[in-house]
T-cell receptor
Framework: NAGVTQTPKFQVLKTGQSMTLQCAQD?????MYWYRQDPGMGLRLIYY???????DKGEVPNGYNVSRLNKREFSLRLESAAPSQTSVYFC????????????FGPGTRLLVL | AQSVTQPDIHITVSEGASLELRCNYS??????LFWYVQSPGQGLQLLLK??????LVQGIKGFEAEFKRSQSSFNLRKPSVHWSDAAEYFC???????????FGKGTSLLVTP
């Protein structure tokens, strides 16, 4: 099993450009999440999808949109990239109940110039 | 809101020495607590978790953690550190955002010969 996969691995954007980060899981998990990781800040939740068909804002949702395309896929879109969105983005999934382990993808490194 | 604090940003230990990484949490009820490890350029891997039962939890790679409700702590320990343990370690607690996690800011472990 691949677990959680993310594409692309690395991306450079210019300010104002848009892009979509893709995430897919093959563990039949109900819940999926997008986090960003910045130096000295740990991981912060951008958006989450507790179950197929639902999405909700996390701690830092401004400048992002998400789509839960189906049970496997959860994409993150930057409509107009800003330098403040330079970060490492992690997708994760879990079965969808308290105490369940979250499984993380390898991350997407995004640089916005 | 649930939160975790990792007081130590960086820790340096000699190979073969014992290790303790600190984590303090803020939570109203019984928390779900996790320790994750991140090797350079990689995603996060679960070391261990606590959600009920025995307060001493065993994990992978020889790590253990002890839940102490009276001290609001969930410290990670290893009796003898190996060079391959050099990584970033994150403590996390269950959040109010579905089943997402609130992460601490991380502790960077350096292992010297």
């Amino acid at each position: 099993n691949a677990g959680v996969t993310q594409t692309p691995k690395f991306q450079v954007l210019k300010t104002g450009q848009s892009m979509t980060l893709q995430c897919a899981q093959d563990m039949n998990h109900n819940s999926m999440y997008w986090y960003r990781q910045d130096p000295g800040m740990g991981l912060r939740l951008i958006y989450y999808s507790a179950s197929e068909g639902t999405t909700d804002k996390g701690e830092v949702p401004n400048g992002y949109n998400v789509s839960r395309l189906n049970k496997r896929e959860f994409s993150l879109r930057l409509e107009s990239a800003a330098p403040s969105q330079t970060s490492v983005y992690f997708c994760a999934s879990s079965a969808g109940s308290d105490g369940e382990t979250q499984y993380f993808g390898p991350g997407t490194r995004l640089l916005v110039l | 809101a649930q939160s975790v604090t990792q007081p130590d940003i960086h820790i340096t230990v000699s190979e073969g020495a014992s290790l303790e990484l600190r984590c303090n949490y803020s939570y109203g009820a019984t928390p779900y607590l996790f320790w994750y490890v991140q090797s350079p350029g990689q995603g996060l891997q679960l070391l261990l978790k606590y959600f009920s039962g025995d307060t001493l939890v065993q994990g992978i790679k020889g790590f253990e953690a002890e839940f102490k409700r009276s001290q609001s702590s969930f410290n990670l320990r290893k009796p003898s550190v190996h060079w391959s343990d050099a990584a970033e370690y994150f403590c996390a607690v269950g959040s109010n955002s579905g089943y997402a996690l609130n992460f601490g800011k991380g502790t960077s472990l350096l292992v010297t010969p």
